[in-house]
């Protein structure tokens, strides 16, 4: 590639991207791309806690979803329409690949891959990138552990009694 081409690529493709991304999140369902990202999210960050396999482990996976949806609604709406831009763009390929995800589809993707994504993340040199690792990262962990069924996993016997 010679020095005029990676100009005028490197002109054209953040336009593109920024249409393709702003039509995206037009047409967006934002309750699908969230499922989606955040089901992939789930057994990279709890990764040890979830049980290995089965009825159990999918049961979990899908509450945490659920409680994820759950928070979410109960944040600000700016932070919800934030959350749900960002759950758009690494809903489509371009934006997962471009976040250092997967190559697979988010129902695909390998446990390690999402880790390694998620790991880019938090020690990325953008503060925006690591906003949204710990975004992620809160959202799932404590949507998890909120469930009074995970505290004796982690020795917490519950609030005191008044």
């Known amino acids: 590639m010679n020095r005029r081409t990676l100009l005028?690529?490197?002109?054209?493709?953040?336009?593109?991207?920024?249409?393709?991304?702003?039509?995206?999140?037009?047409?967006?369902?934002a309750a699908r791309d969230r499922t989606m990202v955040v089901r992939a999210l789930v057994p990279a960050l709890l990764d040890g806690a979830l049980p290995a396999g089965g009825a159990p482990r999918?049961?979990?996976?899908?509450?945490?979803?659920?409680?994820?949806?759950?928070?979410?609604?109960?944040?600000?709406?700016a932070t919800q329409t934030e959350l749900g831009q960002a759950f758009a763009v690494l809903a489509t390929r371009v934006g997962r690949i471009a976040a250092g995800g997967p190559f697979a589809d988010w129902s695909e993707a390998d446990t390690g891959a999402v880790g390694r994504m998620l790991q880019g993340w938090r020690t990325h040199p953008l503060d925006a990138v690591q906003a949204l690792y710990q975004a992620m990262h809160d959202l799932v962990l404590t949507s998890y552990y909120a469930d009074e069924a995970r505290w004796p996993e982690i020795g917490y016997p519950g609030p005191l009694a008044l």
């Open 58 to 77: 999918t049961a979990r996976i899908d509450a945490t979803v659920d409680a994820v949806a759950a928070a979410i609604a109960g944040l600000p709406l």
């Open 8 to 29: 005028k690529v490197g002109v054209v493709a953040p336009v593109v991207l920024a249409a393709g991304g702003a039509l995206l999140y037009l047409g967006a369902d």
